[in-house]
């Protein structure tokens, strides 16, 4: 059994007025504040140590991460699945034990795991779902819901006829239904459809115009180049950046100038040694390396150079580290 803290331990809590539920946030306050959360289970395994992090309201953050960093970890605390063994957390100003019905009504979660009730059927378990906030019915809800998620057709479905991914589109409806401003996606589309990535993707942005903040961690980091406004990289219980992503790639990135020449060299000339250089494609291609956060690229000296040595091109082009490069290179570097 996981280890458990007193400080942790959930107090006595009248249940939260179904006004409350769902509900934003008041001015200035983040979606989500971790402050000095840290987690040690009973085997000695430190599973998270000291994490501090703050989530904006309606940001799309992206927590990125290797196999065992700590992400689950941190996103079950947060939603209340795992006791932490110290440090506080707070979703929309509210701290998740001594207020954790507000807090949790607050929260939607689409976990890695599939985990429905096979013999139900699709509409009734979201319908269940949302209940189980202690909110009315909403037909009009679920229908939009069920809709955006290409599941209306399939609402009188038992579960246990549907195939893979459409259980992952329920897992993402039962999240959904109680209509949360704070949304995790554990790895939402590892194992799934070119389809329902697509669709899925484009429900975030749907949901992000609503003001929804989503917290996502994914293996796919394509996806979070393309979809996050923040990136935050955790390895071995450590969140060792948190970063906006265009300044993250700045920052970190490195460049890189490809000259195509007119006609291949078989070495470079000795006048080019400190350039740094090096030749790809059979000798067409010539490779300068440069990092974006230094003034001066030193790109129109190396072209002065080039006419000097007699040697021209037809073409250039230039092209930025991504996000999956910079992410390796961190974690390396913090190994």
């Not at 202690?134 to 229908?143: F, K, M, R, T, Y």
């Not at 009188?156 to 993402?172: C, E, F």
């Not at 989503?214 to 923040?230: C, F, G, P, V």
Request: with cysteine.
């Amino acid at each position: 059994m996981p280890s458990r803290s007193t400080s942790f331990r959930p107090r006595s809590e009248p249940p939260a007025p179904v006004s409350e539920v769902g509900q934003g946030f008041g001015a200035g306050v983040p979606a989500i504040s971790v402050r000095g959360l840290s987690k040690v289970y009973e085997s000695g395994l430190k599973a998270l140590h000291e994490v501090d992090l703050e989530i904006r309201p309606g940001e799309i953050f992206a927590l990125l991460g290797p196999n065992g960093a700590g992400k689950t970890t941190l996103i079950s605390i947060i939603c209340g699945l795992v006791n932490a063994t110290s440090g506080e957390v707070r979703a929309g100003g509210h701290e998740i034990v001594s207020e954790y019905r507000a807090a949790r009504s607050l929260i939607g979660l689409v976990p890695q795991e599939l985990a429905t009730e096979a013999f139900e059927t699709v509409r009734h378990t979201v319908r269940f779902s949302r209940g189980l906030f202690g909110l009315p019915g909403n037909p009009e809800h679920i229908e939009r819901v069920l809709r955006d998620l290409s599941l209306w057709d399939k609402r009188d479905q038992q579960i246990k006829n549907l195939s893979g991914g459409m259980k992952r589109r329920v897992m993402i409806a039962k999240a959904l239904a109680h209509e949360p401003r704070i949304l995790f996606l554990d790895e939402p589309t590892a194992g799934v459809d070119v389809e329902l990535r697509r669709d899925m993707w484009a429900l975030v942005h749907r949901l992000r115009q609503q003001g929804v903040t989503i917290i996502l961690t994914t293996h796919y980091i394509e996806e979070a180049e393309e979809m996050a406004d923040r990136v935050g990289v955790i390895n071995r219980g450590e969140l060792i950046l948190v970063e906006e992503k265009h300044e993250l790639m700045q920052k970190l990135g490195a460049k890189e100038l490809a000259l195509h020449l007119e006609q291949p060299l078989q070495s470079l000339p000795d006048s080019l040694d400190e350039r740094g250089l090096s030749l790809e494609d059979g000798g067409w291609t010539l490779i300068y390396r440069y990092n974006i956060r230094e003034l001066e690229s030193g790109i129109a000296g190396l072209l002065q150079d080039l006419q000097q040595a007699g040697i021209h091109y037809k073409d250039l082009e230039t092209r930025q580290s991504s996000l999956e490069e910079i992410f390796v290179n961190l974690v390396r570097d913090d190994s």
